[in-house]
Structure formats: C-alpha cells, structure tokens
C-alpha cells in the first residue's frame, strides 16, 4: 500500500475539483476521474486493514502550527473506515448519477469533488482542530449546492442550513476550546489531539463535573443537529425540498453521518466520565426521532419531504443504538449509519428522477408510473423496501441489531419503537408507492419513460450494494464490532459494580 | 448424499428468479419452465433427503456464521421435511398449470420470477435452523405475496389489496420481532456457554434453554409468536386480508392458500411447540383463536357468492382448526403436532384443487359470481368432477382426507374439553365443521348443478391445466387413509431428535402431561360424520336440482344478521376506514402541525429575537451571496480570534 493513502485520498478530489472548476466541458470526467481513485484508494485500504484490533491504522501526522499544539493528524479504525468507503462510493454514484447536469458543470461538479474534500477529512483527522476545519469546509460545498441549483425557496433554506448548522458547530467548537484549555500534556504544552483530550476526560483532577458536563452537552449538541435529532431537526426537510437531487443525496447519506460518526468518535468515549442522565438523554431523543418522524413522514404530500423525515427516523436508530451501550447495538447503530447512507441515495434519486421526469414530487398528483418506467419502478420499489426494513436488506441488519442489542438495558424504548414505528415506516413506503408508481397510468404522464441509463446505472449499484450487505453484513459489521466493544466496556464494569 | 445438496432446495428457485428476471421477456411463456423445473428439483431434492433420513429417523442439520452472535442454517427434521415435499410438490403443480393460466399475459416473466422467489422463500422458512433466519424469509414471502397480489398494479384493487396484505401481516411481524428480541435478551441473560458451532437463537438451543427462561416471560414470548402466526395464518382478528387477497392471479391465490404464505403461521407455532407447551397460558389462547377463526370465518364463507371469496373464508376457517390442534396440545403434548401438520398438508392439496378448479370454471364462465353460473358440469366434466373430490374432502366425508385429519382435530377438541381446559373450542369446531360442509356444497351445487343463469361461454380447459387438477384430486381423496398413523408417529415424534422433555416443561408450565385417551361416548365418535354428511345434505336441499327449500325462507334482504355477515362484521370500517385512515393517519397530521407550528415556529422565533435574522430569513428571497460569505467570513474570524487568544496564553 502507498504511503500516505489517506492524504492522498483527500487531496485528489481538491485537485480535481480545481480542474473540474476551470472547464466545464470536461468538468464531469474530471469529478469521476477525481472520485473513482479515492474509490479505489479507500477499498485497498479496507483489504489492508487489520480487522482484529482498535487501534488507529493508517496514521499520519506532522506538525502544523506547533505553536499551538495544532497537528495534521488522520487515521482510522472501524469507526471511520466504513463511513469513508461510504463516502467514496456514494460520491462516484452521485457523479454518475449527475452527468447530464448542463447548469453551470464546472461548478457543480468541483463543489460535489469538494463536499468529498470535506466529508473524508472529518471522517480522518484525528486532531480536534483539523477536524472542525473539516466539519466547516463540508458547509461550503452544500451552502452553495442548495443556493445556486436549488429550488424556488432555495435562498431561506440555504440560509436556514447555514445558520442552523453553523451555530451548533460554534458552539461544538466552544466545548473543543474548553477542553483545549483544561489540558496540559506531561511536558506543559498544549494539543488537540483527539485521542489524548479525550482520554484526558476520564481524569477528575483536570475536569470538574460540572465543566465535563458542560462540555460534553456543547458536542452533543452539535452532533444531535447534524444528524439530526428531534427537535433540532426542522432545517433537514427544508434543505432537502429545496436542495438538488445530488445535493439532497449528499446531504443525507453523507452529511448527517457526520453527526453520527461524532457520537461514536467523540460523545461515546467522554459518556463514562459525564452525568448518566445523558445516556436517558439519548436513548429518549432517538426513540422520539424514531417515532415521530415515521409519523411526520406519513403526513407529507410532498414525497422529497417524506423522504427527508425518513431520514429523521431512521438517524433515530444510530442514537437508540448508541445509548443502548452494548456491543451489538453499537455495532448495530454503526452499521445503521452505513446502511442509511446507501438506502437513502436510492430515496432521495428515486424521488429527484421523479421530479425531473413528471416535474411534480406531490404524491397524490403522480398515478401510474409503473407503467411507463418499468425498470425505474424496481428500482425505486427495491429502495423502499430496504428502507422499510425488509430483510435481506442491509436496513434490516441494522436496526434488528439496535433492537436486540438495546432491549437489556432499555426495555420500554425498544418496545415503543417497535410498535410505535415498524407498521408505519411500512405504511408510508407502501402508500407513497401505491400512489405514485400503481394504478392506471394519468393521462399527462402517457409520455414518460425510463430515465437516462447513467441514472439507472447508479440506482442499480446501489441496490446491489443494499442486497450484498443485507446478506454479508459480517463484511463490515466485523470491524464495527471491534470498535464498538471499547466503547461500552466501561459500562459493562460499572453495571457490574453496580453503579448504574 | 441427496442432504449434502439441501441448500439447492431454496438455491434453484432463487437462481429460477434470476434467470426469468434476466432472461423471461425473450423466452417463450416468459422463461417460466426455470422456475417449474427448479420447483420440481426441489421436489426430487426433498423427496432424496426423505428417503435418506426417514429410515433410521434421523435429521440434517448444517449451519455457518453469519454475523455478530448470529448464525444461518440448514435443519431438516420431520416437521421440515413434510413441509419441504409438500411445498416442492404443491408448488411444482401450480407452476405447471400457470404456464397454461398466465399465457398470453405480457407480464409473464414477471410472474414466473416473482413466484419463483415465493416458492424459495417459503422453502427457506422451512427449513431454517434459528428463528431470525426463519423470521428473514418470513418477511421475504411476505414480500413476494405484496409483489403477487398487486400484480396487475394497474388495476387499483389489486395495488389496495397488495398493501393492505402487506400491512396487516407486518402488524403481526412487529409482534414476531418484538418476540424474538425478548427471547434473545432472555437468553442473552442466561450466560450460556454454547458448544462449538452453536448459536443463541438457534432451535436447538432455544428448546434447551426453556426451562431455564422466567415462565412469564415464556408466556410473553410465546404470545408475541403467536401474534406472528395469528398475522400470517389468517387467524383473528388479523385475517382480513386474506380475502382480499385474491385480487392476483388465482394462482397466486392457490399459492398463498394452500402451499406457502398462510401455513408459515401455523408452522412457526408448530416449530415452537415446545416453547408455547411451558407457557400453557399462551397455549389456551391459541386454542381459542384458532376454533373462533374456524367458526367465525365459516359464518362469512355461508353468504358469499363470489366462488373465491368463499374459498378464502374456509382457507381462513381451516387454518384456525390447524392452530386450534396445536393449542389442544396442553391437553395431549406433542401428538397435536402431528394432528395439526397433517390438516396442514391435507388441506394444501385439496385447496389447491379448490382455487385451481375455481379459476378454471371463471376462465370458462368469464365471471367470479357463483348467481350467474349453474350448470357448469355439463361443459366442464373434469374440472366439475375434481373440484368435487376437493369439496368432498374439505367437508369431512368420511373416508377421504379431510375426514381424517379433521377428525382427529375434533377429538383433540374433545380431550381438551375432557381434560378440564374448556369446552368452548369444541362447540366452536363442531359448528364449524357443519357450516363448512355446508357452504362447500353451497358452492359446488351453485356453480357445477342446476340450469345455467347466464349466458356464459362453455369449454373446459387445456390438458396442462387439467393434468395438476386430476393429481391434486388423487391426493386430496386417497392421501389421508394410508398414511395417517405413520405421519402422527412421525412428526409427533419431531422434538424427541433435540430432546426436549415435555415432562418436563409441563412442569414448568404448571400441568400435566395426560396419557392415555379419554372415553368418548359413541354420540361424540360420529358426531363428525352427522355434521359433515347433514351439512351436506342441507346444502342440497337448498341449492342443488333436489332443492326442496328456498334460502329466502330462512333470510332475507333485511335481515340484519346476513347484513352483518355481508358487511364482514364491519371490520373493513373499523380497521381501514376508522384505525388507519382517522385514528393513525390523523396523529401523523397532527405531529406536522406540531412541527411546523411549535417546533420550527420556536426557532424561527430564536433566530428572530437572538440575530435578529427572523426578518431577513423571510424577507431574503433576492439572494444576495454577500450575506452568506459574511455569515462565512465571521465564523472564520471568530476561529481566528479565538485562538489568537490561545496563543498569547490567555485561558478562557
């Protein structure tokens, strides 16, 4: 393997962007060419990793500001590598998905290389500062992605993202501060490094109750609006009527695992040293997140914005799993995070090609497609369906993991969430498919037919994608299982001993 | 050396799906002899294993990990393999008469890849080793019986009925699931030490970890399951899709009816037995299901007149004598497993016949309305005759099939009683068993006796859709007297191969075991016969050419009991018009309100008080980017100040 491969696999899509910017004839074989080698790159290093142990691999780090402790350091392990192969795979299907765009191609294809730029930078670093510095690029590429391609309210809801985010990420980075400034490492200086700050939480002589938990509430906060959680959730469903297809993709399959992938990488490891109320925090934010966005999903009429709620509901999984504090819930909510990512690209590209191809996404206006788009139909029906939970899907592994996993410790949420929310998740799928694909095909759309086959392309890999981890999940789910036991050994030695 | 190749039993069909998904649109009668011949390989797979392990009694059992403390496996024991050759063979002959029913239908393909992949996941329920893998294909067929029934999607009954069937099932899955999690954590908590190549949800290991699980929560568990089954199988209160059902091919019907689909249910609690014989509560609560479905659907299957409406009560009706057998198994152990699969596979030959044969008279006749039909036996000589044999048979003639098996559920009725558990499922079976001979000879006299009553054009059907009738017929008729003791023996014995000692779990469950047969009075012993043959006879002197007495004498159009019975007990108001539609869909509007008024109404407010940008997020519509590379280029600043402030040592 190739020294460096991580940087390597940042800095191709920058460069490519650069180039995709300056000529928008060829800006679309510059964006596959600049996605496909992270691709390649992010899958040689998932054959090389080593599946049997936790620690970092494929680390590297140099000083930057040394001044200040601000080092360039990036590495993986479980809980990063799975999302960065998302991240790669997703970003050459949205490419593919998007070749016909004709608005302004130089642009839209360097932003979509850049939003890559941004997302596998924060599933890297592992340096507190380069990491917000990542977290805050990924802005850019979407701020704008929404604002220029974006529907007739595009600039509320680019605002609306903007400002939502930007100040849950203040106020993150006001907690990354204070736990830059309560640490001194044992020669007196001062560092971001990710790893040290956060053992450094365990210590109570260098943080008080009170500042940990402080602390710990301006992280999570900022991870409960990424993802998002009920309430700070209202900005997605704006975002996402208004954003493009390509954007609304990234937004849901990448952006919001940024949310969840700093549970897992900064919230999890601090939640032995912080108030246990915590835990009951999370555990009832993603119980409410499930529930109420399957039902806030079965009231849309607009089938993006149900999508969008879907979303909400499903992200809710990924907090259940990780307050459920064992390791097939972990895991399970890991792999949630993975499966999501997948199974909403095909929403989200079943309900844009609708939308360019019947130019409506109000649902109760479609009628009939099936008819006329018979291999989208399969496609679109297959996406539903893992997105429903069907089994041999990757949905299903997921979530059936969650469950099982977080019953011992969390009996009564996992009982709402099953029966406050399977049969509904299925209800909306199976009405929003009933209406908008069965029946008799409506006059105005007699003229439809299948759309473009780069669009097919995509939505089929994908569902092969979906099909191939909902059968071989132990592909992943392995190295997440290793990531995931550190995480809740501490709390297995604390029930033990009775302290909780 | 057949076992070494048992996965190939749900293997072939899938690869059938695949090469007909691919291939069917260029091949003649839509590629569907992939997915007849890998049925039929299936059946000559199952039929090899049989021969093998039936002799010295034994059972397959292979399994690989799958992922986390998850495993997938292959476990082919008696109760497995009744249901294996049943399925390959029940199936085999549907395929084969769909290649004549479905020719000429563009979506041919379609349909041969889709009930390829019913057949495979019906076959891969059967024979799983663990109860998720059983619960992953549980949801397949489910899948494949949403993609059949809406399969002319065109027409909005069909795509209604598929989603509703889909619906209904799943609110008995979410029950399914919730059982299998506790059941997991139950034995999670158990801290097992399992020996090399065992899993936790595995069979095996959950029949030797019973009675170590907390009897309520057995009881729990086994309701949960049983919640499952009552989904799938039909039973009430959740059978209301199965009528609907029919919307699709009636090979599909036939299909879901008798071979896959609705058995998945019963045989899910079958395979449970023994965890619902420690948990006698649940047990009792089957039983009482079970023989209230078997009576109260046949009440709806009297007044129908469209042929296979009919013919989906009594599978609804039926189904709840199999689950009531095995709920008499707190009176009798594990014989009502052998009582209850043995209904089980009678059944699924002769309804088969039954929708087979009614989808050839609505071929010929062009309608599904049994008012204007009569007569139809002069034209239609094999499909009258055959359809006869399977009428027979549902009605508990004596000597044919279904006399046996439904014999010896009534008896299990009756030891129930007997036995101190309750007397009620007995009058419940006893019943029913009259109204079903009745309206099964309501049926057949309506439609193959008597002068025709429209003009209806008269041909019978080809050779290949004939051929499946007259084997089904044979099976239907003879199958039941040779083989009964052997198959009570058999599959009776199941659990005996993982040694599960019922002794045992009955003392967990808080009763006894009762050996021996009670003493039945000579009345009881051919009350059966009196039902079946007066039922009968009653339907021939209202319908048949000997009709001595007019149904109008009895009802009428006002009569409020037949209006309930035509509406259905209004379950379709109450379940769709009322739950779904004001109570489910009306808290999804109101959570809209919730969100769009209280929740991102406070923070438009927040953002208006706070920045002050409330105003402008309303009022910038122009889109001036220099707001936004403010908005950017302070939060930069702040980064910039802030640890300019660090640098100069300045703690915060």
């Not at chain 2, 595995?202 to 399951?225: G, K």
């Amino acid at each position: 393997m190739i020294d460096n491969a991580i940087s390597l696999m940042i800095a191709i899509p920058l460069i490519a962007a650069i180039f995709a910017f300056m000529n928008g004839k060829f800006a679309k074989y510059a964006a596959l060419i600049g996605s496909l080698i992270p691709l390649a790159i992010s899958l040689q290093m998932f054959r090389e990793f080593d599946r049997t142990t936790n620690v970092m691999q494929f680390v590297e780090s140099y000083d930057w500001v040394p001044a200040i402790g601000v080092k360039y350091t990036v590495g993986v392990d479980g809980i990063g590598l799975p999302l960065i192969l998302l991240s790669t795979i997703v970003t050459v299907l949205v490419v593919l998905y998007s070749w016909g765009e004709k608005k302004r191609p130089n642009q839209f294809f360097a932003l979509l290389l850049l939003n890559e730029v941004g997302v596998l930078g924060v599933f890297a670093a592992l340096d507190f500062f380069l990491f917000y510095i990542f977290w805050e690029v990924v802005l850019i590429p979407m701020f704008f992605l929404v604002g220029i391609w974006g529907g007739p309210r595009k600039d509320y809801a680019a605002i609306k993202f903007f400002i939502y985010t930007h100040v849950a990420s203040l106020i993150m980075l006001l907690s990354i501060f204070a736990l830059y400034f309560s640490y001194r490492t044992p020669e007196g200086l001062r560092t971001f490094d990710m790893l040290t700050l956060l053992a450094a939480t365990g210590d109570s002589t260098i943080f008080s109750p009170m500042a940990l938990n402080l602390i710990f509430f301006g992280l999570l906060f900022g991870f409960l609006v990424k993802m998002p959680a009920v309430p700070f959730h209202t900005w997605l469903p704006d975002a996402h009527v208004e954003a493009p297809t390509a954007g609304s993709v990234l937004l849901a399959a990448l952006l919001l695992k940024m949310g969840g992938y700093g549970l897992f990488r900064i919230i999890m490891p601090m939640l032995p040293n912080v108030s246990p109320n915590y835990i009951t925090l999370m555990a009832v934010v993603g119980v409410v997140s499930i529930v109420y966005g399957a039902f806030l999903a079965l009231s849309q009429k607009d089938l993006k914005k149900m999508v969008a709620y879907s979303s909400v509901s499903h992200m809710g999984f990924v907090l259940l799993g990780a307050g459920a504090l064992s390791v097939l819930s972990v895991q399970g909510a890991m792999f949630q995070q993975f499966s999501h990512g997948l199974i909403t690209c095909v929403l989200f590209m079943s309900a844009g090609t609708i939308q360019h191809t019947a130019g409506t996404r109000i649902i109760s206006e479609l009628g009939g497609l099936a008819d006329r788009m018979p291999q989208f139909a399969v496609l679109m029906m297959a996406g539903f369906m893992a997105s429903l939970g069907l089994p041999g899907m990757s949905g299903f592994v997921a979530e059936v993991s969650v469950l099982a996993g977080s019953y011992e410790n969390l009996p009564i949420y996992v009982l709402i969430t099953v029966f406050g929310s399977i049969a509904v998740t299925a209800g909306y799928h199976l009405w929003a498919m009933q209406k908008v694909m069965f029946g008799p095909i409506l006059k105005k759309y007699l003229d439809l037919k299948d759309p473009h086959s780069y669009e097919i392309l995509s939505m089929s890999i994908l569902v092969l994608l979906i099909i191939y981890f909902g059968v071989q999940p132990a592909t992943i789910t392995d190295i997440m299982g290793v990531a995931a036991e550190p995480l809740v050994k501490p709390f297995i030695t604390l029930a033990q001993t009775g302290v909780i | 050396m057949y076992q070494d190749y048992a996965y190939l039993i749900v293997g072939l069909p899938i690869l059938a799906f695949v090469l007909t998904i691919f291939l069917g649109w260029h091949l003649p009668k839509g590629g569907g002899f992939f997915t007849v011949l890998a049925t039929f390989a299936g059946f000559i797979l199952s039929f090899g294993i049989f021969r093998e392990i039936y002799p010295n009694n034994e059972i397959v059992h292979q399994s690989m990990h799958w992922f986390a403390s998850f495993n997938a496996g292959i476990l082919i024991d008696p109760l497995a393999i009744v249901m294996l050759l049943m399925v390959t063979f029940v199936c085999t002959l549907i395929h084969t008469y769909a290649l004549g029913y479905m020719e000429g239908d563009p979506g041919m393909a379609r349909y041969f890849a889709e009930a390829g992949l019913f057949t495979a996941a019906m076959l891969g329920l059967v024979f799983s080793d663990n109860l998720l893998q059983l619960f992953i294909f549980w949801e397949l067929v489910g899948l494949c019986s949403y993609l059949l029934i809406g399969f002319w999607y065109r027409k909005p009954s069909a795509a209604s009925a598929a989603k509703k069937a889909f619906l209904v099932t799943r609110v008995g899955d979410v029950m399914f699931l919730a059982g299998i999690i506790l059941l997991y954590t139950n034995m999670m908590r158990l801290n097992l030490v399992l020996p090399e190549g065992a899993y936790l949800l595995q069979f095996q290991t959950i029949y030797d970890s019973l009675a170590l699980i907390p009897p309520d929560q057995l009881t729990w568990i086994a309701l949960l399951l049983f919640g499952g089954a009552v989904g799938k199988s039909g039973q009430f209160p959740l059978h209301v899709w199965l009528p609907d059902a029919m919307e699709g091919p009636t090979t599909v019907s036939a299909m879901i009816h008798a071979a896959t689909m609705v058995t998945a249910g019963v045989y899910l609690v079958a395979r449970m037995f023994p965890l619902f014989y420690a948990a006698p509560d649940a047990l009792m609560v089957v039983a009482y299901i079970g023989a209230f479905t078997a009576l109260f659907a046949a009440t709806m299957g009297l007044v129908m007149f469209d042929i296979k409406r009919v013919l989906a009560y009594s599978t609804v009706s039926q189904l709840g004598y199999m689950m009531a057998a095995l709920g008499f198994g707190a009176a009798v152990g594990a014989t009502a497993v052998g009582v209850s699969m043995f209904h089980l596979i009678g059944h699924s030959f002769f309804k088969a016949l039954l929708f087979l044969c009614a989808d050839s008279v609505i071929h010929a006749v062009a309608t599904n309305d049994m008012r204007e039909m009569g007569g139809v036996l002069r034209s239609m000589k094999w499909t009258g005759l055959t359809m006869l044999a399977g009428s027979l048979t549902l009605a508990g003639f004596p000597l044919t099939t279904g006399f046996f098996s439904k014999d010896e559920i009534i008896i299990l009725a009756f030891e129930n009683g007997a036995f101190g558990l309750g007397w009620i499922p007995y009058v419940f079976v006893i019943l029913a068993a009259l109204l079903t001979a009745i309206y099964t000879f309501r049926l057949w006299f309506l439609t193959f006796d008597g002068e025709p009553r429209s003009d209806y054009h008269k041909h019978e059907s080809p050779w290949i859709m004939l051929g499946p009738l007259v084997v089904l017929a044979l099976f239907a008729l003879f199958m039941g007297m040779p083989t009964q003791g052997q198959f009570y023996d058999y599959v009776g014995n199941n659990f005996d191969h993982f040694g599960v000692d019922f002794e045992e779990l009955a003392h967990i469950g808080g009763h006894h075991v009762e050996h021996g047969h009670v003493h039945e009075p000579f009345i009881f012993k051919i009350l059966p016969i009196i039902v079946g043959v007066g039922g009968i006879i009653i339907a021939a002197l209202f319908y048949s050419r000997w009709k001595r007495f007019d149904p109008s004498m009895v009802t009428s159009e006002r009569d409020p009991l037949r209006h309930i019975l035509l509406k259905r007990y209004y379950q379709n108001e109450i379940y769709t018009l009322w739950f779904a539609e004001k109570v489910v869909y009306g808290i999804a509007l109101v959570s809209n309100m919730i969100d769009l008024k209280i929740i991102d109404g406070a923070v438009n407010k927040i953002s208006a008080v706070s920045v002050g940008f409330g105003g402008t997020l309303r009022k910038v519509q122009t889109g001036v980017i220099q707001n936004y590379i403010t908005a950017i280029v302070l939060g930069v600043a702040a980064l910039l100040i802030l640890i300019q402030l660090a640098t100069m040592g300045v703690a915060i």
